[in-house]
């Protein structure tokens, strides 16, 4: 670590754990490192090794900064480099995340600051959450299944619930089990055997507490007040209503979008 308290070694978004390096299967599972670091370099606090979070912010300052006046990536509030004593990091992107040689968002591979590219999966085919696009993480898991497919609680093929990789269902050879509900626990329709969908409402739009997906917008409603004046133009077409356009914008009207350019009025 460097006198201004920056790590240089922490990759710029997660950092690559050897499997040697995991206490246990559940350790495993579970996402943590030997050190309680996450595939992404995060403890459970949500903090990587310099202490800053997944937006930026430092877990004792609140700021952007550490006591040293660097961020996360090693810039100070001038940025300059903490590393490179330039305005660039190690892989040429300045304090925005510009690059020296292209110019854009992006380097000469197609990969942004963070390592991903406009596709969001790096160079070894990872998204920011460790999972390629087939749904494995970095150490073979999809939904807690190898890559053989082998799960890792049962040791079989299927999981508690009798669902393998692929989520299809031991017994009926489909998407649902014998009560026809899905590895996820909904039904065709998307509700699950408490009558409540993946929003947690049923079909009458009331949640579990009995509160009516309808209420806020209802409240708010009750809640506005009728006497302001954009309740008071009754046209069909405000643009026609000229006397609610002298009320609300004075003198001149307001921009139409069927106005000639050359004809439009400004408003005083």
């Known amino acids: 670590m460097s006198k201004d308290g920056f790590d240089p070694d922490i990759p710029h978004h997660y950092e690559i754990v050897d499997l040697e390096s995991i206490i246990d299967k559940d350790a495993h599972m579970n996402g943590f490192d030997k050190d309680g670091y996450d595939k992404m370099g995060y403890d459970k606090s949500g903090y990587d090794k310099n202490d800053f979070d997944f937006e930026g912010y430092h877990r004792v300052t609140d700021t952007k900064f550490n006591y040293y006046n660097i961020d996360k990536r090693g810039f100070n509030d001038t940025g300059i480099h903490g590393v490179t004593g330039t305005k660039f990091d190690e892989n040429d992107f300045d304090v925005d995340g ?129 006497t302001d004046p954009v309740f008071k133009n009754d046209s069909t077409d405000p643009y026609e209503d000229k006397e609610y356009i002298k009320e609300q914008f004075g003198t001149g009207k307001p921009f139409h979008p069927d106005d000639d350019n050359e004809d439009e009025e400004t408003r005083d």
């Open 98 to 226: 510009i690059h020296k040689v292209t110019g854009t968002l992006y380097d000469e591979d197609g990969y942004d600051v963070n390592g991903f590219g406009e596709d969001w999966y790096d160079e070894k085919g990872y998204n920011e959450y460790c999972v390629d696009k087939e749904g494995f993480n970095r150490y073979g898991y999809r939904n807690k299944f190898y890559f053989d497919g082998t799960h890792a609680v049962t040791g079989t093929k299927f999981d508690e619930n009798d669902f393998d990789t692929n989520q299809i269902h031991k017994v009926t050879g489909t998407l649902y089990d014998e009560d026809g509900y899905d590895v996820n626990g909904f039904d065709k329709s998307g509700y699950d055997k408490e009558g409540f969908g993946e929003l947690g409402y049923d079909k009458d739009g009331v949640d579990r507490n009995g509160r009516s997906v309808y209420e806020d917008s209802e409240r708010e409603w009750d809640n506005i007040d009728s």
